[in-house]
Nanobody, 122 residues
């Protein structure tokens, strides 16, 4: 079955950086658009970023544009989220998601990971 396993979350000070990873199995990774979503306490899950199956197209939410960068390595079945200049409002559980050949600006996930906690606090 499809598994998406996130890693790399943790506690970081404001202004710091983290890199999240998501290892996919049980699917043909290079056929799937991959995305990152997040959910803060008491809030709805929101889109963060997505990358096309080939990696040639990305889309980032306005709230993270210029600070976060999504990338992928199809040889490693892994998608990454580099997060720089982190703010307390970035605190959330971050989820990896996949959808077969969706446009990065219109990804409705078919598969979800279990999430990894990111906490930005001094």
């Amino acid at each position: 079955q499809v598994q998406l396993v996130e890693s790399g979350g943790g506690l970081v000070q404001p202004g710091g950086s983290l890199r999240l990873s998501c290892l996919a199995s049980g699917l043909t990774f290079s056929w799937f658009t991959m995305g990152w979503f997040r959910q803060a306490p008491g809030k709805e899950r929101e889109f963060v970023a997505a990358i096309s199956w080939s990696g040639d197209s990305t889309y980032h939410a306005d709230s993270v544009k210029g600070r976060f960068t999504i990338s992928r390595d199809n040889a490693k079945n892994t998608v990454y989220l580099q997060m720089n200049s982190l703010k307390p409002e970035d605190t959330a559980v971050y989820y990896c998601a996949a959808r077969f050949r969706a446009r990065p600006d219109n990804i409705t996930p078919q598969f979800w990971g279990q999430g990894t906690q990111v906490t930005v606090s001094s």
